[in-house]
T-cell receptor, first 117, second 114 residues
């Protein structure tokens, strides 16, 4: 149980285009989802916290107009990288926090590798 | 603010040898502590977690970790490493009472030689 999927697993796009990444909790409902960014050989950096039905909370230094987050249902959150540029190339990881009874563990998706040309 | 330090960037051990990965944290109260493993193409998998109680925590795949408040440490151990344990290991700390707002260490890459 507690499986989180991400789609796509990798994407290559041209500079200036927008890319949407989906994060789904497959077998549980997640009232809270998180989006992380991971640079090569570095740790995960929390970008934003996404709560179902409300606006995401962004960490300091993260451009909310660049990284649009939508958490429209209890099983789906999306991250849209708008007007992507090469410096946005990174590994994006989502995680989900179960909504009832098991709020003590984040479950992670496999990540999405974004390359902006 | 909470922080996590994993002093070893890269560790190499022989298969069958014992393993200890170090993790030191900084947090004002008793934190939630986690160890995750990241393999290529897979998401972070939870190995074990500590919230309270017994300071020696057993996890999956034969891993254990010991919480030492006096040393602000939560080191991960395994008595006999298997080649399949080669991966990146992350220690994380969260505020008391919630798994939100996790802060991750920089990770330790484990290489296993046959």
């Amino acid at each position: 149980g507690a499986v989180v999927s991400q789609h796509p697993s990798w994407v290559i796009c041209k500079s200036g285009t927008s890319v949407k990444i989906e994060c789904r909790s497959l077998d549980f409902q997640a009232t809270t989802m998180f989006w992380y960014r991971q640079f090569p050989k570095q740790s995960l950096m929390l970008m934003a916290t996404s709560n179902e039905g409300s606006k995401a909370t962004y960490e300091q230094g993260v451009e909310k107009d660049k990284f649009l987050i939508n958490h429209a249902s209890l099983t789906l959150s999306t991250l849209t990288v708008t007007s992507a540029h090469p410096e946005d190339s990174s590994f994006y990881i989502c995680s989900a926090l179960p909504g009832q009874g098991f709020t003590d563990t984040q479950y992670f998706g496999p990540g999405t590798r974004l390359t902006v040309l | 603010a909470q922080s996590v330090t994993q002093p070893d960037i890269h560790i190499t051990v022989s298969e069958g040898a014992s393993l200890e990965l170090r993790c030191n944290y900084s947090y004002g109260a008793t934190p939630y502590l986690f160890w995750y493993v990241q393999s290529p193409g897979q998401g972070l998998q939870l190995l074990l977690k500590y919230f309270s109680g017994d300071t020696l925590v057993q996890g999956i795949k034969g891993f254990e970790a010991e919480f030492k408040r006096s040393q602000s440490s939560f080191n991960l151990r395994k008595p006999s490493v298997h080649w399949s344990d080669a991966a990146e290991y992350f220690c994380a700390v969260g505020p008391t009472g919630t798994a939100s707002k996790l802060t991750f260490g920089t990770g330790t890459r484990l290489q296993v030689t046959l």
